[in-house]
């Protein structure tokens, strides 16, 4: 599960990637995190600046994700934590 809070960003159609660490601290792979399926294809739904958005997902096959990067080989247990960023689209890729 996700929350995403928006603070700054005008338009509010956010791009956002969680990265899964192991215990040691090194990144294990990158993937976007699927706000699209919550509505508002392909930009996701709107997230108002002061708003926030709760996502629950699952990561499905890295083989048909695009923004899957493998960083290190890998295995479920391995996993210790994720972290996730976020940024604003630009204008031109924001819904009229």
């Known amino acids: ?3 995403l809070r928006n603070v700054s960003d005008s338009n509010g159609f956010p791009v ?3 990265t899964a660490y192991a215990k040691d601290g090194h990144a294990l792979f990158d993937r976007g995190i699927p706000i699209w399926v919550v509505g508002g294809e392909p930009s ?3 997230v108002q ?4 958005l709760r996502l629950v997902w699952y990561f499905d ?3 048909r994700d ?3 990067v493998q ?3 890998w295995a479920p247990v391995t996993i210790d934590h994720y972290t996730a960023s976020c ?3 630009p204008d031109s890729q924001v819904p009229i």
């Open 1 to 3: 599960m996700v929350t």
């Open 16 to 18: 956002c990637t969680t």
């Open 44 to 46: 996701g739904p709107p």
């Open 49 to 52: 600046r002061g708003t926030k």
């Open 61 to 63: 096959d890295p083989a």
């Open 66 to 68: 695009s923004t899957y």
């Open 71 to 73: 960083h290190a080989t």
């Open 87 to 89: 940024h604003g689209r």
